[in-house]
Structure formats: C-alpha cells, structure tokens
Nanobody, 126 residues
C-alpha cells in the first residue's frame, strides 16, 4: 500500500528527495512518518507529519531534513540535505491511522504504525 522511492548512492554533502506513494488516500489523510534503519542497527524515527500538517523531527533530521505531502498525488516526501555517512540506511515510510496522534508522539516510537512500506536504500559515501 505504501511504496518508497528516491534512494540511491550519493556523496557526502549531497541532497536526495524520497517519496512515499500510497495506493489509496492514506498518504493524504493519515499521520505519516519516516524511519530509518542502518544495516545492523535498530530502526529510528526521522520525521512525521500529521493530517493537519504538524511536523516533528528526530535529532538527526533537525535543520537538514524536511517532510511534506502532496495530497493531489497521495504522496509524502522527505527532503534530505547535507547528507553524511551516518545517514546511510534503509528509509521507510509508515502510516498511523489515528486522527488524534501527534507527530511528536510518533517520535517516541511507542506507537505501532498501521502500514509500512518496503523501504528505499540511501547510501552516502564519504
């Protein structure tokens, strides 16, 4: 139901734009979040955007990444700027269907997401 794209191999300092498309209106109406998981490490929170477009960012994403959505395309985006080797990971988008959850609450990773994409790999060479 959710499909990420836009990953690839880039050099340190470069930018990438990740997309997450839903096959229905989920990406337009749900609270959406991005997570990432480096090889051999735990999954961590990157950013979230609620149905009212409230946003929240994890520490690695603050001031470098931007989450946004295009409701006409049922798509959520994650703009990655000033990438460094520590950003190398599989990036996943996910949806939480509760209208009451906040982006900050999702950032605690205490709430299970309802839908997940399969991920897109971002590799940053130093």
């Amino acid at each position: 139901q959710l499909a990420e794209s836009g990953g690839g191999l880039v050099q340190a300092g470069a930018s990438l734009s990740l997309s997450c498309v839903s096959s229905d209106r989920t990406a337009s109406t749900a609270t959406m979040a991005w997570f990432r998981q480096p090889l051999g490490h735990e999954r961590s929170f990157v950013a979230a955007i609620t149905a009212s477009d409230e946003t929240w960012y994890g520490d690695p994403a603050k001031s470098r990444f931007t989450v946004a959505r295009d409701r006409s395309k049922n798509t959520v985006y994650l703009q990655l700027n000033k990438l460094n080797a520590d950003d190398t990971a599989v990036y996943y988008c996910a949806a939480h269907l509760s209208p009451r959850i906040s982006a900050q609450e999702l950032g605690t990773m205490k709430y299970a997401m309802h839908y997940w994409g399969k991920g897109t790999l971002v590799t940053v060479s130093s």
